[in-house]
């Protein structure tokens, strides 16, 4: 199956963002517990290399379908899961990196690393964190799984903050979120 990437963010309305992430199908992690645990030899690098056995992977594809089984536990290990077998994954910083965003119809579409599409909101919230000499931002993807904003992207997005007000927040999905770590 040949990989046509998804148009520009920009392009795209909040319809067509939202049937987009309608149309992404993933495979219910949180139901499955398998027995069989084992270790990946898998890293996330903070940069969202994916490196196996030190190597980094090179195929989009594995990194899309590996990125579709993430999950998070409650002590915040993370972990491929699949039906028969739970791997465990080293994640430096974020599972993702997020590369683009766009106002739409008053909400934020976020692009990830993985061209997958996130809008924020109540399920997908943003999160200040670090110092503010040395800021982060992240959005919550699934699963317990964030995106770290890219720095053109954090930019971006300070860009939509201060044309909106003077207070560093922005909002959607009916939410309010804050640039400011706490």
């Given amino acids: 199956m040949v990989y046509t990437p998804p148009p520009e963010l920009a392009g795209m309305s909040l319809a067509e963002i939202a ?14 517990s398998p ?3 084992d270790d990946s030899h898998m890293v996330i690098r903070a940069d ?8 980094p992977i ?3 594809a594995m990194v899309r379908a590996f990125a ?3 999950n998070r536990e409650d002590d915040g290990s993370y972990w491929l899961v699949v039906p028969y077998q739970k791997l465990s994954i080293e994640v430096e910083d974020a599972c993702f990196i997020a590369t683009d965003v766009s ?8 692009r990830l690393n993985t061209d997958e599409l996130v809008v924020a909101g109540p399920d997908n919230p943003i999160r200040a964190a670090g110092d503010p000499d040395q800021p982060a931002l992240y ?3 699934r699963r317990g799984c964030e995106a770290r904003l890219n720095r053109s992207t954090y930019e971006q997005l300070a860009q939509i903050a201060l044309a909106e007000g003077d207070d560093w927040t922005v909002t959607s999905g009916g939410e309010s979120f804050s640039l400011v770590p706490a």
């Fill in 19 to 32: 049937e987009a992430v309608a149309e992404r199908r993933l495979p219910p992690v949180e139901q499955w």
């Fill in 35 to 37: 027995d069989n645990v």
């Fill in 48 to 55: 969202g290399t994916w490196l196996h056995d030190g190597s």
């Fill in 58 to 60: 090179s195929r989009t």
């Fill in 68 to 70: 579709g089984l993430l």
């Fill in 103 to 110: 106002r739409k119809d008053g909400d934020l579409a976020f």
């Fill in 139 to 141: 959005l919550h993807v």
